[in-house]
T-cell receptor, first 113, second 113 residues
Framework: QQQVKQSPQSLIVQKGGISIINCAYE??????FPWYQQFPGKGPALLIA?????SEKKEGRFTISFNKSAKQFSLHIMDSQPGDSATYFC????????????FGSGTQLTVLP | DGGITQSPKYLFRKEGQNVTLSCEQN?????MYWYRQDPGQGLRLIYY???????QKGDIAEGYSVSREKKESFPLTVTSAQKNPTAFYLC????????????FGPGTRLTVL
């Protein structure tokens, strides 16, 4: 029940295209869903996060869509740029877990110039 | 600058040796975390601490030990009991109670020779 399943494992997109990464979870206690961006050899950096009381959150070119009934959430990167090429992780946590993050397995995004 | 520092960036160890990874934060965060990252996988929680002089095991604590004598410091010792210690180790911190977002350090890459 603690798992967060992420897909696809890798994604190649042309510059200017839309990148979509999906995550699904089982634990209905999860109440905070962050996305992290990680460049090779670096620590993950928080990109955007959402709580289940809203269905969508947008920050610049990055949007999280959240479907509570389906227990799914996704990251959309609009107008993808080569600089967006990185590994993206979805995660989930809840207050009863001492805020431990459960991570998806990651998606390696490559944006072709 | 506020942030999380980890040292060293690269660490080499012979089999059978213990090694300690440093993690320091000046964000005045109460909670600190250690994660392990293996190629192509998500982050897995080793240990976490919500307050000074207290820490809890995560999902993969076997072969690791930690201490939390100061709020800003959370060192991780990889002992000889850890069977496969070669990995990328990430430290993170958060505000603690009521603080959802975890901020990550740059990581330490440990290689066992």
């Amino acid at each position: 029940q603690q798992q967060v399943k992420q897909s696809p494992q890798s994604l190649i997109v042309q510059k200017g295209g839309i990148s979509i990464i999906n995550c699904a979870y089982e634990n209905t206690a999860f109440d905070y869903f962050p996305w992290y961006q990680q460049f090779p050899g670096k620590g993950p950096a928080l990109l955007i996060a959402i709580r289940p009381d809203v269905s969508e959150k947008k920050e610049g070119r990055f949007t999280i869509s959240f479907n509570k009934s389906a227990k799914q959430f996704s990251l959309h990167i609009m107008d993808s740029q080569p600089g967006d090429s990185a590994t993206y992780f979805c995660a989930a946590t809840y207050s009863g877990s001492a805020r431990q993050l459960t991570f998806g397995s990651g998606t390696q995004l490559t944006v072709l110039p | 600058d506020g942030g999380i520092t980890q040292s060293p960036k690269y660490l080499f160890r012979k089999e059978g040796q213990n090694v300690t990874l440093s993690c320091e934060q000046n964000l005045n965060h109460d909670a600190m975390y250690w994660y392990r990252q293996d190629p192509g996988q998500g982050l897995r929680l080793i240990y976490y601490s919500q307050i000074v002089n207290d820490f809890q095991k995560g999902d993969i604590a076997e072969g690791y030990s930690v201490s939390r004598e100061k709020k800003e410091s959370f060192p991780l010792t990889v002992t000889s009991a850890q069977k496969n210690p070669t990995a990328f180790y990430l430290c993170a911190s958060s505000m603690g109670l009521g603080g959802d977002t975890q901020y990550f350090g740059p990581g330490t890459r440990l290689t066992v020779l």
